[in-house]
């Protein structure tokens, strides 16, 4: 199965420090979500993990969906996604802030997580921007918001980076 692992520059897990070696497949010696097993996402989780390097990664085995991510018993990275660079990931801020305020405007308290996305857009910290955009629309619409959010955020990533399959359920 095709799905996607963001990691630090040289390949390295945020998490773990693992530096993974390209093109390698690398055995867990079990698969327990958050504990051990080879963790990546589906399309619809990447705004979830952002990171510095996005990478195709191919996972083997039993592969277990567990809240937001994939994990598995066998895994290597494919390739680079090049089109995630400091260019998109600028844009995909500011997308996060545009859609934030067209949906709250200037209501009453609300109004400050707009603030928030595009302070934090404009520091660079994009996942936190894009945080701050789900929950004004939590705020806005209920968990129903939240995940309209992610979802548009999503789309957004896959059609700009060319990635599939397209599992928005």
Known sequence: ?????????????????FRWP???WVDAAGVDACREGIHACSVRHLPIWLGP?????ELDG???EHSRKLVAPRGRLVRRIEGWNDGLIRDFGRACVKRTRERVGFLPVISGYVFDADRLAGLGRVPLAAFA????????????GYEEERR??????????????????
Do not use: S
């Open 1 to 17: 199965m095709i799905a996607y692992k963001f990691l630090r520059p040289g390949c390295i897990a945020p998490y773990t420090g």
């Open 22 to 24: 390209v093109g390698e």
């Open 53 to 57: 390097e996005l990478w195709e990664i």
């Open 62 to 64: 039993e592969i277990v």
């Open 133 to 144: 955009a789900a929950r004004a629309a939590e705020w806005c619409d209920g968990p129903a």
């Open 152 to 169: 548009l955020q999503a789309v957004w990533l896959a059609e700009r980076l060319g990635l599939g399959p397209f599992d928005w359920a």
